[in-house]
Nanobody
Framework: QVQLVESGGGLVQAGGSLRLSCAAS????????MGWFRQAPGKEREFVAA????????YYKDSVKGRFTISRDNAKNTALLQMNSLKPEDTAVYYC?????????????????????WGKGTLVTVSS
């Protein structure tokens, strides 16, 4: 079993940076691929970024490539999302996710129902 708690959200101006953290509890953290999704007001939850169990593979939504970086530290049971060059369209609640048996390249918005564990979310607001 895995429990996930996000932190690091807040209000930032366009062009600024934030780093989101996902703290996990449970013995099997390293057995799960980790990902980040986001949900803006009035829109469906969408995939943002994912990282494989050992951290060797990453995958990103096209619109965040070059701006966001996902990482993990299995020894500390944490996953991070570094967000640079933020845009107003990045405004959303960001959710940490854990999935067993996912190939990194298979992470997508369609995978939402198959995610095993979700955090409760942290709000990111980007002003212009």
């Amino acid at each position: 079993q895995v429990q996930l708690v996000e932190s690091g959200g807040g209000l930032v101006q366009a062009g600024g940076s934030l780093r989101l953290s996902c703290a996990a509890s449970g013995r099997a953290f390293s057995s799960y691929g980790m990902g980040w999704f986001r949900q803006a007001p009035g829109k469906e939850r969408e995939f943002v970024a994912a990282i494989s169990r050992g951290g060797s593979s990453t995958y990103y939504k096209d619109s965040v490539k070059g701006r966001f970086t996902i990482s993990r530290d299995n020894a500390k049971n944490t996953a991070l999302l570094q967000m640079n060059s933020l845009k107003p369209e990045d405004t959303a609640v960001y959710y940490c996710a854990a999935a067993y048996g996912f190939r990194t390249s298979s992470w997508s918005s369609d995978a939402v129902p198959a995610v095993d564990y979700w955090g409760k979310g942290t709000l990111v607001t980007v002003s212009s």
